[in-house]
């Protein structure tokens, strides 16, 4: 493989994994410049994910992350060889056959593509495979989960480089310092922008005051700072809102918002998390505490969670909910929710969703929806009461600052 194609299979074949392989794209200016049209498509390599096998033809069908499809077309000279997430070269590939090469690998097809980009007679296919791929996810998932933050830019300090961070439980707020040194790995989600690992790269100017951020790194023993090796901004847009139509065939949802009386149209795209919050009386049975009520339930046991909150039953990875000082930490809560399909929500279901901002007010593109948010709710306005907070006369108004979970995990 000479240099060129193995750079831009560095760029793109390892961009898609996550968060810790994401500056490697930074290391390779050139490998855009090589690229037309569809960027996974060079004139000699299609980068993508398999779709269909046929062995007796003995062709791939790959698909592009930009939606493209190319058949490869293989041969008895084809070479196949095997790499692990995040590798940058061919020096720890294995041999493997053609009958090693599965539906849903991301490959990269080398051979030298058609004009009309259809088709490209493969000498040699580069593999990760589905489920090296979905490891390397969930541990990237899991580091996130023990050594992550989320919050919201409560302030920028361009001069000393830092921003002030509030963090959010159900407890309360704590505002945390992030210093964001040269060295650090910043990253912004685009307008109407849904995946974690497609967040682009980024500056301190772009970052806004009110922007989500979540980052990984070390918290300071104190808790009021946070030294960084990764940032990911973006600005959110979170609405609660009643279902009034569900269309599965073009994958919209029209809601009615639940704090401004509006209608809007919710657009469910594959990569969006579809999740269900269990009812009060679930919610009972789940904590052993009412709907609002502060603290773990009796006798729960305890251990450190990321951003020195406590975790319950089930520790940083399991399917408890953490709690922090004293109160059940939401984001973590909705992270572990359990997942759903665009089929099972109905007319009048209670939603919240999170998109990033787009050119349209009227349309989100969803990142994160959570259905049976009139509990959800419910909870924020007693824990609000609890507090001592003032009262929202709606319990949709302040949703935003309320609930973060616009940038989800890898």
Not at 238 to 247: H, P, Y
Not at 332 to 351: F, H, N, Q, S, W
């Given at each position: 493989?000479?240099?060129?194609?193995?750079?831009?299979?560095?760029?793109?074949?390892?961009?898609?994994?996550?968060?810790?392989?994401?500056?490697?794209?930074?290391?390779?200016?050139?490998?855009?410049?090589?690229?037309?049209?569809?960027?996974?498509?060079?004139?000699?390599?299609v980068?993508?994910?398999?779709?269909?096998?046929?062995?007796?033809?003995?062709?791939?069908?790959v698909?592009?992350?930009?939606?493209?499809?190319?058949?490869?077309v293989?041969?008895?000279?084809?070479?196949?060889?095997?790499?692990?997430p995040?590798?940058?070269?061919?020096?720890?590939?294995?041999?493997?056959?053609?009958?090693?090469?599965?539906?849903?690998?991301?490959?990269?097809?080398?051979?030298?593509?058609?004009?009309?980009?259809?088709t490209?007679?493969?000498r040699?296919?580069?593999?990760?495979?589905?489920?090296?791929?979905?490891?390397k996810?969930?541990?990237?998932?899991?580091?996130?989960?023990?050594?992550?933050?989320?919050?919201?830019?409560?302030?920028?300090?361009p001069?000393?480089?830092?921003?002030?961070?509030?963090?959010?439980?159900?407890?309360?707020?704590?505002?945390?310092?992030?210093?964001?040194?040269?060295?650090?790995?910043?990253?912004?989600?685009?307008?109407d922008?849904?995946?974690?690992?497609d967040?682009?790269?980024?500056?301190?100017?772009?970052?806004?005051?009110?922007?989500?951020?979540?980052a990984?790194?070390?918290?300071?023993?104190?808790?009021?700072?946070?030294?960084?090796?990764?940032?990911?901004?973006?600005?959110?847009?979170?609405?609660?809102?009643?279902?009034?139509?569900?269309?599965?065939?073009?994958?919209?949802?029209?809601?009615?918002?639940?704090e401004?009386?509006?209608?809007?149209?919710?657009?469910?795209?594959?990569?969006?998390?579809?999740?269900?919050?269990?009812a009060?009386?679930?919610?009972?049975?789940?904590?052993?505490?009412?709907?609002?009520?502060?603290?773990?339930?009796?006798?729960?046991?305890t251990?450190?969670?990321?951003?020195?909150?406590?975790?319950g039953?089930?520790?940083?990875?399991?399917?408890?909910?953490?709690?922090?000082?004293g109160?059940?930490?939401?984001?973590?809560m909705?992270?572990?929710?359990?997942?759903?399909?665009?089929?099972?929500?109905?007319?009048?279901?209670?939603?919240?969703?999170?998109?990033?901002?787009?050119?349209?007010?009227?349309?989100?593109?969803?990142?994160?929806?959570?259905?049976g948010?009139?509990?959800?709710?419910?909870?924020?306005?007693?824990?609000?009461?609890?507090?001592?907070?003032p009262?929202a006369?709606?319990?949709?108004?302040?949703?935003?600052?309320?609930?973060?979970?616009?940038?989800?995990?890898?």
């Amino acid at each position: 493989m000479n240099r060129k194609n193995l750079v831009i299979f560095a760029v793109l074949l390892t961009a898609t994994i996550g968060p810790l392989v994401l500056a490697q794209t930074t290391a390779t200016p050139g490998a855009t410049q090589q690229q037309t049209g569809d960027p996974n498509i060079t004139p000699n390599a299609v980068i993508g994910e398999v779709k269909a096998i046929d062995a007796n033809a003995k062709q791939m069908t790959v698909k592009t992350d930009a939606g493209s499809v190319v058949t490869a077309v293989l041969s008895d000279a084809t070479s196949y060889l095997r790499v692990a997430p995040g590798e940058t070269s061919l020096a720890n590939a294995a041999k493997i056959t053609f009958a090693e090469v599965g539906e849903g690998d991301r490959v990269m097809a080398r051979g030298k593509v058609s004009d009309d980009k259809k088709t490209v007679p493969t000498r040699a296919v580069i593999v990760m495979t589905k489920a090296d791929i979905a490891k390397k996810q969930e541990a990237e998932r899991a580091e996130w989960r023990r050594r992550g933050i989320l919050g919201v830019i409560a302030a920028i300090n361009p001069t000393n480089k830092e921003i002030t961070v509030t963090t959010r439980s159900m407890a309360g707020t704590q505002p945390v310092i992030i210093p964001v040194a040269e060295k650090v790995d910043l990253r912004r989600y685009a307008p109407d922008s849904i995946k974690f690992g497609d967040a682009k790269v980024s500056t301190l100017d772009e970052f806004k005051v009110g922007d989500q951020v979540r980052a990984l790194g070390e918290r300071s023993t104190d808790g009021t700072r946070f030294t960084a090796e990764k940032i990911v901004t973006g600005s959110f847009r979170t609405v609660a809102g009643t279902v009034s139509a569900v269309d599965p065939t073009t994958g919209e949802i029209k809601i009615t918002d639940l704090e401004k009386k509006q209608p809007l149209t919710i657009v469910i795209k594959q990569d969006a998390v579809l999740r269900k919050f269990p009812a009060a009386s679930e919610m009972t049975m789940m904590t052993g505490a009412r709907p609002g009520a502060g603290g773990p339930p009796s006798g729960a046991a305890t251990q450190p969670a990321a951003g020195g909150g406590q975790a319950g039953p089930g520790g940083p990875g399991g399917a408890g909910m953490r709690t922090g000082g004293g109160g059940f930490n939401i984001q973590d809560m909705l992270e572990r929710l359990p997942t759903i399909a665009l089929a099972d929500l109905k007319v009048g279901d209670t939603i919240v969703v999170s998109s990033t901002k787009g050119a349209d007010p009227t349309r989100l593109t969803a990142i994160a929806l959570v259905s049976g948010a009139d509990t959800l709710l419910n909870m924020m306005a007693a824990r609000q009461q609890q507090t001592g907070g003032p009262s929202a006369p709606n319990p949709a108004a302040g949703l935003g600052s309320g609930i973060q979970f616009g940038i989800g995990l890898p």
